[in-house]
């Protein structure tokens, strides 16, 4: 499928799960063969989206209630949309974003609290745009766990509500595929990464056409 507007494609997955690395080669990948591609992540993608991307995922992880995160996330995700997003679909490239409003929908929709419909009302009301093409990274939320604290990023609030939440977070994602099938291919994680690559590029090759 293509499409003279631009195409948007995201990652999602529990924390540590590859969905970053993912993303990276599939925007290499489709700029080697001369597509026009913005590689970009949520939160952030945009000075002030990045602002508040470190009051979200820096601190302590009780620092902010669900309800307050996705205030903040959904004004993150804004500014994202404004600035990077939709003036790279108008001029028809292919934006590939490592997170999207799918992973508000289970962090804070499913994980933490049951307030999937408020999310799914805020993204109505504030972004009222869904990706083209979701990936998302399916893998043994221990194993994404410790990798994801092995990185020491200082970005660690998530991964420090321990290997429940990121249970949790497993099956939400799981529905998520569920609930979206049109767009979203669900992509068994626990493989070597460039493995994991080509079957991505397959799938994004036949969307793209």
């Known amino acids: 499928m293509t499409s003279e507007r ?5 990652f ?7 969905k970053s690395t993912q993303a990276k080669l599939l925007a ?4 080697e063969v001369g597509r026009d ?3 970009t992540r949520e939160p952030g993608g945009s000075e002030g989206a990045e602002e508040i991307r470190r009051l ?3 601190g302590d992880p009780e620092r ?5 995160e996705i205030l903040l996330f959904t004004a993150a995700r804004r500014d994202h949309l404004e600035k990077t997003i939709e003036p790279a679909l108008r001029r028809g490239a292919i934006v590939i974003s490592d997170r999207f409003t799918d992973s508000t929908r289970v962090y804070q929709g499913a994980a933490r609290d049951d307030l999937r419909e408020l999310v799914d009302t805020v993204h109505r009301l504030m972004i009222g745009r869904e990706p083209d093409l979701t990936f998302v990274l399916q893998t043994d939320p221990e194993t994404s766990l410790a990798r994801g604290l092995a990185r020491r990023s200082g970005e660690d609030r ?3 509500l321990g290997l429940g939440f990121q249970e949790r977070l497993r099956d939400g994602f799981n ?14 994680g626990n493989r070597e990464a460039e493995e994991i690559a080509v079957e991505i590029s397959e799938l994004a090759g036949n969307y793209l056409g």
């Not at 290499?28 to 700029?31: D, E, G, R, T, W």
């Not at 902010?64 to 307050?68: C, G, L, N, V």
């Not at 529905?175 to 068994?188: N, T």
């Open 6 to 10: 631009g195409v948007f494609i995201t």
């Open 12 to 18: 999602e997955g529990i924390d540590g799960s590859g």
């Open 28 to 31: 290499q990948s489709l700029s």
């Open 37 to 39: 591609v913005v590689l």
């Open 56 to 58: 979200l995922v820096e």
């Open 64 to 68: 902010w209630s669900a309800h307050t």
């Open 158 to 160: 998530f991964e420090d």
């Open 175 to 188: 529905g998520l595929c569920a609930d979206f099938p049109d767009r979203c291919r669900p992509i068994d």
